[in-house]
Structures are given as structure tokens and as C-alpha cells.
């Protein structure tokens, strides 16, 4: 159990709030189901497990949705299908971290943007995962690029901007049926220029950095007391339930007194926040510059919670050893930089920098419905920037960036993301080092489930909205 892991379990076994106020367990559940297929051994490839490992010449085992087996020589079941791996690369299914396709859908068009609910500086109220389009091409182009799940947010505009969602990456009719099964959901906050330009431009609060860390203290000062509220009506019930009640009255207030037990008004904003708190929502942060981070860290003391990850954090390499003994991952680009102020003092060696120290924990994400498409080429650029500043970084240790560090920082490393015997059958199968300029992927698993093959026109899903359309592939 990684120490995410660990700090997840412990916060939710301490957790004294109430789930009277919740949504249904049903509502908004996730209707994924793999689809049925028989068993698959890859034979012979270079696998990348995700872990850190390398194998030569493995062999890989995919049954009903799981990785069995890796090792050499193996059988094969009756019914399965086999595919020479030989001269080929294995690894995890890819994971990007930060994505807005289905709001931000590509092609882009104002009618499909809805990736800013920019009304109130904080809006945790609203959800991705409500204003996702299925039918988003980026979803498939994605697919082609190795990408088998990813997390869908809203977008910086709002200090506070919503609750992100983890989806697979599965052609699907309504996002219920991509949704990751029993995946925490994310919250969105971001620093700087974005909130402090928008609002302050029109005469609002926030108009400085200042105003932006005010806005998520009052925030989470909220948050707290409601929370203390739902505490005390959870302390009041179960002692209610321990007292006698006066005769012929199952509704009426205890012997003991106590009075009636009204139920505090559902509150959906900070409903969200007492879930960053209780440790049930994972927070991640668009912040680019090392103090803000900083500042973040200071205000997580403050109202004791955790943050999952800072995104884009061009500066994260000043903080590298602070972020590792945190435990808070960096979801970073390769080279993105200089569009902003707050973009400005970036270095190529930034991702291979946070992932140095023991415990660091770094992510190569995307943020872009093109950049999506080549999370590999990503990294393959740290591995070239970091080698020419004396850092030796093997394939086994960069498909961490994109994998098993990823379902780490969404919450679901205990699933997907490695190569391992029980975890989930995501599974690429390269042409080549993925590492490689050239590299593209030939075949991609979702949960054992074969949805991309490069080479048959007929596993390469299209969109409702480009059937028909010319030049669709």
C-alpha cells in the first residue's frame, strides 16, 4: 500500500461526518461494464510494468478484464487468443491526470464549452462529470495514443472551479457507462493569474494573489463549521438512539431531553469541501509558481487536508524535496512554458527533477486535446533533457510518469497503472520502445478488452459526431 494509499484509508476510517447528507449511493453511479472477450497472452515483449521493473522477453496473461499471469513460457487457456510480442514493447494502459475532453470537446465549439462555470470565484458545487460529452472525438484519439483512462476537469477560471470525474477510455453512449468504477473524485483549485485576472477585471474579489488565498480560507472556514454542524447532528442522533423514548412516540425527543432532531440543510458547495477535509475528494491544484505551492501547503496546515497534486507547477523542481516528503505528486508538462508571467521561469529537467528525491512522485499530463495523443513523446522529451544534464533516466522508470504515478494521484493504483498479476488488463502493445519518436501504439486493452488495433480499421472506434464526416480517420 503506497503511502497515499495509507493516508486515504486512515482519513476515512477517522471520519466522524454523517453521510445522512450524500447523495444515494446509486446516483451518479458508474454503469461500466467490460465487455465480454476471451482470454489473451501477449508472447515475448519487452514489458514495462509500471513499477519500475523491466522484463525481456515476457509473456502476459489477460483474463476476464485482469492480468493473470506475467512470466516466460507460459500456456495458453483453451479459446485464447495469441499475439506475437516479439520485437514489441508492453506497458500499463496510460493515464492523463488532467484532461478536458467531453467539456473542452475537440473539435472545439462555444455550444460544447463547458469547462468554466466562471459566476462565482468558487463553485465546488458543480461537477465534470454533468457537462461531459461522450461523443467527443478526443476520446478515441486518445485511445489510439495508449490512453486508457483519464480525469476529466473543470477548468482554472474559478479558485475553486468543481469536482473533476475518472473515467475509462471506452466508446460509450453516456459518460455513466466510461465512469471508473468507485474512483475518488477530484476536486479542482487553482492559483494565480487565472481567477485573479477574470474576477478582478471586472471589480470583483479576488484582484491579487492576496485575494485568491482570502477567497479559499473563507472557503474552507465554511466548509469546517458546516462540518462541525453535521458532526454534532451525527453525535445527537446516536445518542438519541441510545435513549429511551416516551411511550406511544417513536418520533418524540428522547427521556433525556435533547430536543428534536432537525436535519441541517443540505448544502451541495460545501458539501464538496467537507469532502476534501474528510479525505474523500481528492484536491488537485493548477499552480505554477514554487512560493504558491508553498502557500497551498500552508493553507492544507491550516484546514488539515491533503493535496493529491499541484498541476503544471512550471517552477515544481525549487520544491522537489518538499513536494516528496509531502507526498504530493507533480503533474507537469515536458517543455509547455512563457505563455504567462506565471509560465515564465521553467526548465526542461522539471519532471525528471521532482521525480528524484526518494518518495517524489512525477506525472507527465497533458491538458491538451492534442498533447493527449503523445504522453509518450512527452516523457521521451525529459528522458532527452535530463540525460544532457547528466541524468540517466531507463524506460522502466519514465513509464512511471505516465502510469502507476498517475493512478496514484487519482486514487487508484491499487487497480490500474502497473503490470501485475490481479491488476486491471490495461494494456498497450507498442511497435517499438514507446520511448522512441517512431513509437506508435499497435494494440490497446481495456480491461482485457481489445478496443484498438492499428491495423483493422474495425477496432478503431469513431464518434457519432464523425460518422459521415470526410476524413474522419
Not at 21 to 37: C, N, V
Not at 179 to 206: H, I, S, T, V
Not at 311 to 325: F, I, R
Amino acid at each position: 500500500m503506497t503511502s497515499t494509499s495509507r493516508w486515504l484509508a486512515a482519513a476515512l476510517a477517522a471520519c466522524a461526518c454523517p453521510a445522512l447528507l450524500a447523495a444515494p449511493a446509486d446516483a451518479w453511479r458508474s454503469s461500466y461494464q467490460p465487455a465480454a472477450h476471451p482470454p489473451t497472452l501477449i508472447r515475448g515483449a519487452t514489458a514495462l510494468l509500471g513499477n519500475g521493473e523491466r522484463l525481456e522477453q515476457a509473456d502476459i496473461l489477460l483474463v476476464d478484464g485482469r492480468i493473470e499471469r506475467i512470466g516466460s513460457g507460459l500456456s495458453a487457456p483453451a479459446g485464447a487468443i495469441e499475439i506475437d510480442g516479439r520485437g514489441k514493447w508492453v506497458t500499463p494502459g496510460l493515464i492523463d491526470v488532467h484532461s478536458h475532453l467531453g467539456v473542452y470537446p475537440s473539435p472545439g465549439m462555444q455550444a460544447h464549452s463547458d469547462g468554466n462555470e466562471m459566476t462565482s470565484p468558487a463553485t465546488p458545487q458543480v461537477w465534470a462529470e454533468h457537462a461531459v460529452w461522450p461523443q467527443d472525438p478526443g476520446f478515441h484519439t486518445a485511445l489510439a495514443g495508449g490512453v486508457t483512462a483519464l480525469q476529466i476537469l473543470p477548468g482554472s477560471g474559478n479558485l475553486i472551479g468543481g469536482r473533476g470525474v475518472t473515467l475509462k477510455n471506452v466508446p460509450a453512449v453516456t459518460y455513466q457507462e466510461m465512469k471508473f468504477p468507485d474512483a475518488p473524485q477530484g476536486l479542482k483549485m487553482a492559483c494565480g493569474e487565472n481567477p485573479k485576472r477574470f474576477y478582478g477585471g471586472r471589480g470583483q474579489a479576488p484582484m491579487t494573489r492576496m485575494g485568491n488565498v482570502a477567497g479559499y480560507r473563507a472557503a474552507f472556514q465554511e466548509a469546517s463549521e458546516y462540518r462541525r454542524t453535521l458532526q454534532r447532528h451525527s453525535q445527537r442522533q446516536r445518542d438519541g438512539e441510545s435513549q429511551p423514548r416516551r411511550r406511544g412516540r417513536s418520533d418524540a425527543p428522547p427521556v433525556g431531553g435533547g430536543g428534536p432532531l432537525d436535519t441541517p440543510k443540505r448544502d451541495l458547495r460545501l458539501e464538496t469541501l467537507v469532502g476534501v477535509l474528510d479525505g474523500e475528494i481528492l484536491l488537485h491544484v493548477h499552480c505554477y509558481r514554487a512560493d504558491e505551492m508553498a502557500v497551498m501547503l500552508d493553507l492544507a496546515r491550516e484546514f488539515e487536508f491533503r493535496i493529491a497534486a499541484f498541476h503544471h507547477g512550471v517552477e515544481a523542481y525549487k520544491l522537489a524535496d518538499t513536494l516528496a516528503q509531502e507526498g504530493v505528486c507533480g503533474a507537469l508538462w515536458a517543455d509547455w512554458w512563457g505563455f504567462k508571467m506565471e509560465a515564465y521561469d521553467a526548465i526542461n529537467e522539471n519532471i525528471a527533477l521532482v521525480d528524484r528525491p526518494e518518495g517524489g512522485c512525477a506525472i507527465v499530463h497533458s491538458d491538451s486535446s492534442e498533447g493527449i495523443q503523445r504522453l509518450n513523446q512527452e516523457a521521451a522529451k525529459v528522458m532527452a533533457h535530463a540525460a544532457e544534464a547528466g541524468m540517466d533516466i531507463p524506460p522502466e522508470r519514465a513509464i512511471t510518469w505516465l502510469t502507476r504515478n498517475a493512478a496514484r494521484s487519482l486514487g487508484i493504483e491499487s487497480r490500474t497503472g502497473t503490470l501485475e498479476a490481479g491488476m486491471m488488463a490495461d494494456v498497450v502493445l507498442w511497435d517499438r520502445n514507446p520511448f522512441s519518436v517512431y513509437a506508435k501504439a499497435d494494440q490497446v486493452f481495456v480491461d482485457g478488452v481489445l478496443l484498438y488495433d492499428r491495423a483493422d480499421p474495425r477496432r478503431q472506434p469513431l464518434s457519432d459526431f464523425m460518422l459521415g464526416q470526410e476524413g474522419a480517420r
